[in-house]
């Protein structure tokens, strides 16, 4: 048995081009079928665990979906802004426990700023209901004060006590910089995995505060006024983004949907956090499964080139065979011989095919972060990965099946008998 | 033409928001919400999915179509069924029969509140709901209670929330 795995190996190593060249094709192929099925996994795991224990985001009236990625993730098209006499409304609904103002539009090199209460760090929670917490510092208390997510800190070398300037817009510097108005980091966050990690916080005033002097989206020329003013106006903004609602009890969230959805004063949308993620994935679902379709395919098509490469084998090999039927091999050594060949390959395969989708994801996880939001964890792989590792090698044993059944059926004299 | 035609075809496009509340016949909507022991559910179905027609009944078939489906739609502890083992028994049903007082469509709304002994047991709850209106296909669900939010769609096939 020993005797006929090392003449494999052997033989095998003989036909290093050909089976390298199956086993590159295997290795890719698994590759994009388990990147494929990790992207899915942690894309939806990262935008399940970004927010928990908010009853209801209300904004304007838009997709759920774009209100939720707008609002939550800072990705997507930006939705309207809702008056703020509505958001007082809602906030003062008798079945209101806690609301939390947002807006949006401003930026800090690349990070998204959103201007909210102190409020926001007290009510908001991510996955299993976990609140922030702060590595240095605490929340801002006056208006030219900021909190950093955990991420822009690392990112920018931040630390509290730090002077910066946020810009208008989304670009990254020159759409035109608050440069007058510069703001301390007063407080850090630990790291969330969330949107919050890559977001500069500051107080609702503040957004007021910096577009005081500003007419029509530009700095109005001649007009300049200083920070230590700024007290001096009214700072209340006109409108906001959207809203976290929390409510006293959970078995109001359905009436209050429908008050807002309702409200006289303008058109609103309030939505379910988990039901708006929940309808995303239903929407990409069957894109999803399309994906891992086509990667499967293409595991299949690894798999034939295998089996044909295996068998186109057993032409060069027909004497080799016959020799070692001669020396006292049975039929059933040649079979498991060209068995163990195909499993061997696949196996190694797969496994190096996890290594690459390991080695590759961790790459690219900066940057899928920062482009789409989604963390990839570096850890091992999950149940969905190892079955379909498992139905990968299951597949190539069955792949390899073919050619060890055709070395069985093999006769003795076929390879010894010279062909005309 | 062909502009004109993608314009049609855009504003056809229904918003996600329930605005003006959706009405889609064949497609009603569910809402449950559990909270410390107790599921509040509330439903809404288009009249035509109940009866298959959406003004006054006109003759004694219409109307006796219309007093099945109130009857239906109040043997609350028939048309949805929580996990037995959490012991959940009906509080309070509430039923709005549409008034026919105009328009081109009309609704029902029902609401439902069960309190449940064992909430730790409560992993869901089905529905016969398609059993008793053939007319209904689907049963857009919106769910809010411990394990989190969760939107589903419910089929004569799949009649049950699980969470």
């Known amino acids: 048995m020993n005797a006929v795995l090392r003449l494999a190996a052997l033989s095998a190593w003989s036909r290093r081009l050909t089976l390298g060249l199956t086993l590159v094709a295997i290795v890719l192929a698994t590759t994009l079928l388990l990147a494929v099925e990790r992207i899915r996994v942690d894309a939806r795991q990262s935008f399940s665990q970004s927010v928990s224990g908010v009853d209801l985001v209300v904004g304007a009236r838009t997709g759920a979906v774009q209100l939720m990625l707008y609002a939550v993730f800072h990705s997507g098209a930006a939705s309207n802004n809702i008056g703020w006499n509505s958001y007082q409304a809602i906030a003062g609904h008798p079945a209101v426990d806690w609301a939390v103002p947002l807006s949006l539009g401003d930026s800090h090199r690349g990070f998204a700023v959103l201007g909210t209460r102190a409020d926001y760090f007290r009510h908001f929670r991510f996955g299993e209901h976990e609140a922030l917490r702060f590595t240095a510092g605490e929340p801002f208390a006056s208006v030219f004060e900021a909190v950093v997510g955990s991420e822009v800190a690392a990112r920018l070398g931040y630390a509290v006590g730090q002077e910066i300037t946020l810009s208008h817009g989304i670009g990254e510097t020159g759409m035109g910089e608050h440069g007058d108005k510069p703001f301390r980091v007063v407080g850090i966050l630990a790291a969330t995995g969330t949107p919050v990690d890559r977001t500069v916080h500051v107080g609702l005033e503040a957004i007021t505060a910096l577009h005081l002097d500003w007419v029509g989206g530009m700095p109005m020329p001649g007009l300049n006024i200083p920070p230590q003013l700024v007290a001096k106006f009214d700072l209340q903004p006109k409108e906001i983004t959207a809203a976290l609602i929390g409510l006293k009890q959970r078995s109001d969230v359905f009436r209050m949907q429908r008050f807002i959805n309702e409200f006289r004063g303008e058109p609103l949308l309030a939505v379910l956090p988990g039901v708006a993620l929940d309808e995303l994935w239903q929407a990409i679902g069957t894109v999803e499964r399309t994906l891992l379709a086509i990667s499967a395919l293409v595991v299949v098509v690894g798999l034939a080139g295998l089996t044909a490469t295996l068998l186109a084998g057993l032409n060069e090999r027909r004497r080799e065979l016959a020799i070692l039927r001669a020396l006292g091999a049975g039929p059933r050594d040649l079979f498991l011989m060209l068995t163990a060949e195909g499993l061997l390959v696949t196996t190694l395969g797969a496994l190096l095919g996890l290594a690459l989708t390991s080695l590759g994801s961790s790459l690219a996880a900066p940057w899928l972060l920062e482009r789409f939001g989604v963390v990839l964890g570096a850890r091992l792989p999950g149940a969905g990965e190892l079955e379909l590792l498992g139905l990968v090698i299951a597949t190539g044993l069955i792949a390899s099946l073919i050619p060890g059944w055709r070395a069985w059926r093999m006769s003795l004299a076929d390879g010894l008998t010279p062909r005309i | ?163």
């Not at chain 2, 449950?32 to 599921?39: E, M, T, Y």
């Not at chain 2, 609350?76 to 328009?103: E, H, I, R, W, Y």
């Not at chain 2, 089905?126 to 008793?132: G, M, S, V």
């Open chain 2, 1 to 163: 033409m062909r502009k004109t035609l993608l314009l049609i075809a855009l504003l056809a496009i229904p918003p996600a928001a329930r605005s003006a509340p959706a009405h889609v016949h064949g497609a009603g909507h569910l809402d449950v919400a559990i909270d410390k022991g107790q599921i509040t559910i509330a439903l809404e179905l288009p009249l035509d999915a109940a009866v298959g027609f959406e003004r006054a009944p006109k003759n004694d078939k219409e109307k006796a179509a219309l007093v099945a489906a109130d009857k239906a739609l109040k043997d609350a502890a028939a048309l949805f069924m929580p996990t037995p083992a959490a012991n959940c028994t009906l509080q309070s049903v509430k039923l709005d029969m549409p008034q026919f007082a105009g328009g081109e469509h009309a609704d029902i709304d029902a609401s439902y509140v069960f309190r449940c002994a064992a909430a730790a047991e409560l992993k869901g709850i089905e529905t016969t709901i398609f059993k008793q209106f053939k007319r209904l296909y689907r049963l857009e669900t919106q769910r809010s209670g411990p394990n989190g939010q969760g939107a589903a769609r419910l089929t004569p096939k799949h009649p049950v929330v699980s969470w």
